[in-house]
């Protein structure tokens, strides 16, 4: 295929996040496989016949048109789960192809029952509650409505789900915050366990992101919707230290899935005195090697990397000299002279001893890891290795 780069997908190293998880959750989770922005960048297409040879069934998207495109990747018994965006029109399709929507207000839920009742097929909803992120869900005044609306349209809904999500479980700052919406989910539960009508009593009670599943264990209920860690990545560092305090060990157990590779495209002197790239923010202050590697912004290689960027060639860490430009990047050879045309680059991944990590070129780049990923273009072609 015709690309300055490819990306690619490990399976040994989802299987290994896979086996971590399940032990982390035991055999009674579900582990719903979060996939939403192209699979956190790791490409739909590769991603979703490779967890599902890995053990996933169960997929979570941001949207019916990531839901769209997972329906035709997916084995049949896979389940997919909509978590925020799809419109009234598009609804009948998900009850029509069983697909689990998220209900977070009263106008959505009320379309739902209607269009259910019309077709005389069932909804499955979640009812995400609203617990103190401020983002979307029910707001609290709005439960008595719910009971109603779900009362006036039986037979017409299945309780798949009542849910929440944490405003930042990832970070001990918000320790107290976090604390408040699991004490107020479980006062919520409480009031539909009360009215003692089975059809209000969800198949799962499900909260927990990767970020909550590591650091608040008892958020992990009947499913866990994991995103970052299936990827091989801690939602932060803060979350890697409290898991290896916990555990008392000083190996992460994740492996990660995804590596970015490019090849010299060609090589030259630079004579001590000279600026190279664009304007002047790198002087040569001795004679120089230097190599073109044909990736720049454009493909995602952040232009805040600019001077600040490291990849690796033949095992050694090159710095990134200059700016990076829309479609190149200009790297220092000095450890590696014998570098050669061709040579493979790793701009994200291992090379013998050495690796780029996302976490370590977010740093640097001040993009998250969750931004980084997701941010590699969709048409860097991504292919599947063991
Ligand atoms: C994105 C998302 C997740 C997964 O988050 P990770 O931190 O990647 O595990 C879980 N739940 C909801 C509602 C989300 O939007």
Excluded at 282 to 309: C, D, E, T, W
Excluded at 321 to 330: C, D, E, H, R, Y
């Amino acid at each position: 295929m015709f690309s300055t780069s490819h990306i690619e997908i490990s399976k040994s190293a989802l299987q290994n996040n896979y086996h971590f998880l399940r032990q982390l959750i035991g055999e009674n989770v579900t582990l719903s496989s979060v996939v939403k922005g192209n699979a956190y960048g790791h490409g739909l297409e590769n991603f979703i016949p490779l967890a599902e040879s890995c053990g996933a069934s169960h997929f979570s998207v941001f949207s019916a048109d990531e839901a769209f495109e997972v329906q035709k990747l997916k084995k049949e018994n896979s389940q997919i789960m909509i978590l925020g965006m799809i419109g009234n029109e598009e609804l009948e399709w998900a009850i029509r192809t069983s697909i689990e929507v998220y209900m977070f207000d009263l106008e959505r839920l009320e379309v739902g029952l209607q269009i259910a009742q019309k077709m005389q097929m069932p909804i499955k909803i979640h009812l995400e509650m609203e617990t103190g992120m401020n983002r979307i869900g029910i707001a609290k005044k709005d439960i008595p409505k719910v009971f109603q609306l779900l009362t006036n349209y039986p037979n017409c809904y299945i309780l798949e789900g009542i849910s929440t999500h944490y405003a930042g479980a990832e970070s001990i700052a918000n320790y107290v915050r976090v604390k408040q919406q699991i004490i107020n989910y479980k006062k919520i539960v409480k009031r539909f366990q009360r009215k003692e009508n089975p059809a209000f009593i969800p198949k799962k009670y499900h909260t927990a992101c990767s970020a909550a599943t590591i650091a608040y264990p008892q958020t992990r209920m009947d499913m866990v919707r994991i995103g970052i860690l299936q990827y091989g990545f801690f939602p932060t560092q803060e979350t890697l230290i409290q898991y290896l305090k916990d555990n008392k060990t000083h190996i992460d157990p994740l492996k990660r899935v995804l590596s970015w590779k490019s090849k010299i495209m060609t090589i030259k002197d630079v004579e001590a005195g000279e600026f190279i790239g664009y304007g002047t923010s790198f002087l040569a202050s001795q004679k120089m090697k230097i190599a073109i590697v044909p990736v720049g912004y454009a493909h995602g290689y952040s232009r805040s990397l600019s001077n600040m960027g490291r990849v690796l060639v033949r095992g050694e860490r090159m710095a990134v000299v200059g700016v990076v430009n829309m479609n190149l990047m200009i790297i220092d050879l000095e450890k590696m002279q014998s570098a050669e045309i061709g040579d493979e680059v790793i701009l994200i991944g291992k090379q013998g001893e050495q690796e780029v990590s996302v976490a370590s070129f977010s740093e640097m780049s001040n993009q998250l890891n969750y931004e980084l990923l997701t941010r590699l273009p969709m048409n860097i072609p991504r292919k599947i290795v063991e």
